[in-house]
């Protein structure tokens, strides 16, 4: 197994809860994104750049997935193309994505791209909150311990 981040727009609480969760637990932690990014030593962290463009970070972690694996992103396509590949998909603010509701999620990620494009304000999500990043925290740790009970 191996955890992916879209880590571009991945906030950092939450990259700090995947290195230590990586630290912790020896699976390898790699991070996504079209810049360079600053991350700790360690042996199980490693960072991947992509070149920039629309969506050729989550193109190449298509590409590299492997059924079981983990996937953080709040990009609702991505985590459809991961679940479809048969990985593992996490919002940062503590979402699991899944088989049961992805379609809903896609369908209304769907209805409010319409909206802003016919010039509706529909705004911007809240801020991160501690609700979010235990519930991140949570999914996380399940995820995790299925996986060490298969290895």
Request: aromatic share 6%; glycine share 8%; with cysteine.
């Amino acid at each position: 197994m191996k955890i992916w981040v879209d880590a571009d727009a991945c906030p950092v609480v939450i990259k700090n809860i995947l290195f230590k969760a990586a630290e912790r637990t020896g699976v390898p932690l790699i991070l996504v994104a079209n810049q360079p990014m600053r991350i700790p030593p360690s042996r199980y962290i490693t960072t991947l750049q992509v070149a920039s463009g629309f969506d050729v970070a989550d193109d190449e972690i298509v590409k590299r997935l492997n059924p079981g694996d983990l996937v953080v992103t709040a990009d609702i396509p991505l985590a459809a193309q991961v679940i479809e590949k048969g990985g593992h998909a996490l919002n940062p603010r503590g979402e699991r994505y899944s088989e049961g509701n992805i379609r809903e999620r896609l369908s209304t990620r769907n209805f409010m791209d319409t909206l802003r494009e016919s010039g509706i304000d529909t705004g911007g999500p809240p801020p991160l909150s501690q609700k979010n990043r235990n519930a991140f925290a949570g999914h996380l740790d399940k995820i995790l311990i299925q996986y060490a009970k298969k290895a």
